[in-house]
């Protein structure tokens, strides 16, 4: 498998999570944003990892990664402990209080690509800092398409280079609250039209479980997000978003608005898939049928047809 | 004006506001919920309007009404001070608190239909007691579509009678946060698809800046809200939302799914607009034309061909 052509490539944080919900607590499960958003592509398309691990990482965990086929030639093992992070969901299973963040082995991570993934179209910096997003784009050829993640953190503590990295970027994705925060407007969808002038072509809004908006100068379009009647654990939800719109665009190779609109359906649709149960677990035994049965459920539910 | 007939019936407040946001203060403004709902479905059939004001309601704000062409035979205008509340929106212009509420000549109200309204296809029990509610729709001979909306605070004194009223009606509208008190369900989703047992064809999920979600045996619908980047009053959103949407429902006469999710989004799209600007301002400028523009984009933002 590691000979095949890698058509995306994805860096991001790996780890090991502790998640408490109101109703369970699960220790050392399998997590990080790196995880979430190349098991969410691999449905789509051939995905090379760029991350590290320590080597307390268990083989199990390893295995997850090929039962979904991911290019694990990307992935550094390095002396030391894993990422760690825990986490405690409120009663409404939305807004979460982290407990602890062990950096370890990600505190010196030097993502380094393999030669094979340089002439990749595609590429998602996933949620890292931003001077390692700059390290892994300087290191590619020439995508046809990059995605860029971020959160509150890097805004907060590394602006400059996170403006860099939007400045070089096609696509950024951020919530409300970091679109609201980065650019100091106080209506969110102001903010993401005001982004569209520091560089990338779209925003995509992240509404958690209200779905997302997507801005470019071609039109906007709301994203909806399929109505659970539960869920487990929401952790990954946007990386899983980001991964399977990512996944679903190269997947296809055409750009466009109307492209993006689709492969972000997608990425809502598997995000939706991925919190019904906890870590990769409903991703793991999810099939490319499923994913497309509730794709059509779910354009279904916004097309209003004129006069219907 | 007066005796043309009546298409849809509504019953609810009638209220001077007066509302504090963060940019600015507005004093004695006609609000309340049947103002609202009556203005937003008068743009598509002929609506008359069952409340109460005082002899305190000046006759400017009686001039509105006339101005949207409402039916004001059922408006009975008493002794004593009209209704008043006045709240202040947080920073987000979302949340807010209620400073104070006077019911006033609201507190003694005894709806009596006039004898021409008996008859009218469409009702809309808007916000007010159940027991209210309740004694507008046994004046009524047989109503084609009934629509209830509710609060809170019915739920928490006055659940008998409303659940009363939610079996008799034919669509409910509440909020996630009323859904999950109402039924005890943690999630929305099936809180709302719960409230199908207890009697509606069709439950109404208002989810504010959101849009709006659609529960029915036949389907469900996610209605989109259009992205704002800029809006003045929250203020009386959810009644302009039901209010068109009975509107736009009565104005085409036609039931089943499909008529029923286009006039949602005609609610969604008026209501975008009565935000806009303070109490009915905006919407007394409004043109016909301009909602029908802007459903147009709504539709489009929404609509994900498939392979598009």
Redesign the interface.
């Known amino acids: 498998m590691q000979t095949e052509d890698v058509k995306l490539v994805i860096v991001g944080s790996l780890g090991i999570d502790t998640i408490e919900t109101p109703v369970t607590r699960r220790e050392d499960v399998l997590g990080g944003s790196l995880t979430y958003a190349c098991a969410a592509a691999s449905f789509f398309v051939r995905t090379g990892m760029v991350g590290v691990v320590g080597t307390d990482f268990p083989e199990a965990f390893m295995a997850v990664y090929d039962h979904f086929g991911i290019d694990r030639e990307g992935l550094q093992q390095v002396e030391g402990k894993t990422f760690r992070w825990s986490g405690v969901y409120e ?1 409404d ?1 939305i807004n979460r209080r982290t407990l602890a963040t062990e950096l370890n082995v990600f505190e010196s991570f030097n993502p380094a690509l393999p030669p094979r993934y340089r002439g990749a179209p595609y590429l998602m910096l996933g949620n890292i800092a931003p001077e390692l997003q700059l390290r892994v784009l300087e290191q590619m050829d020439a995508p046809r398409f990059v995605l860029a993640d971020t959160m509150d953190l890097w805004i907060n503590i590394a602006r400059e280079p996170l403006m860099e990295v939007i400045g070089r970027v096609d696509m950024l994705t951020l919530n409300d609250t970091e679109a609201r925060l980065l650019t100091g407007e ?2 969110a ?2 903010a993401a ?1 005001s982004l569209l002038e520091a560089g990338p072509r779209y925003i995509a809004l992240k ?1 958690g479980e ?2 997302a ?1 997507l801005f470019s100068r071609e ?6 997000a399929y ?4 869920f487990e654990d929401p952790t990954g939800a946007g990386d899983t978003f980001a991964g399977g719109f990512m996944g679903a665009l190269a997947g296809r190779d055409e750009l466009g608005l ?2 993006i ?2 492969a972000l ?1 997608v990425g809502s649709t598997v995000a939706a898939f991925g919190v019904e149960r906890f870590s990769l677990e409903r991703l793991q035994e999810l099939e490319r049928r499923e994913i497309m049965a509730r794709l ?1 459920e779910l ?10």
Chains 1, 2 share one sequence.
């Open positions: 009663a299973m106080v209506n969808v102001r039209r509404k209200h779905g908006m039109g906007t379009a709301i994203i909806p109505p659970l009647e539960a109307g492209p609109r689709d359906l059509d354009r279904s539910m916004v097309s209003h047809a004129q006069g219907a």
